[in-house]
């Protein structure tokens, strides 16, 4: 079955920087669309960026400071974190589906979750 372990959460503060892993298992990785999202407390869940083979797409909120990666030979996907901002603080998840259907930064598009990881900027 299809598993999502994510890792590299923590508290750092604001300008400090964080990579987040998601460890993937149970199914072909490379044949897998995978997107991170994010949810604050009291707020919607939303998508902060999203990898098909090498093509990414990213919120605008995160755009320029989040780069989104995958190592189909590790079955992991990558979200490295720079300048980070309290804005930023949430839970991060990553997700996967085999196929592309609406927006990559849509919830409905994805099938599969992980549990989260916890990310924490100070200012």
């Known amino acids: 079955r299809v598993q999502l372990v994510e890792s590299g959460g923590g508290s750092v503060q604001a300008g400090g920087s964080l990579r987040l892993s998601c460890a993937a298992s149970g199914y072909t990785f490379s044949d897998y669309y995978m997107a991170w999202f994010r949810q604050a407390p009291g707020k919607e869940r939303e998508g902060v960026a999203w990898i098909a083979t090498t093509l990414t797409t990213y919120s605008h909120s995160v755009k320029g400071r989040f780069t989104i990666s995958r190592d189909n030979a590790k079955n992991t996907l990558y979200l490295q974190m720079n300048d980070l901002k309290p804005e930023d603080s949430a839970m991060y998840y990553c997700?996967?589906?085999?196929?592309?259907?609406?927006?990559?930064?849509?919830?409905?598009?994805?099938?599969?979750w992980g549990q989260g990881t916890q990310v924490t900027v100070s200012s």
């Open positions: 997700a996967a589906n085999r196929f592309l259907r609406g927006s990559g930064l849509s919830q409905s598009m994805y099938d599969y």
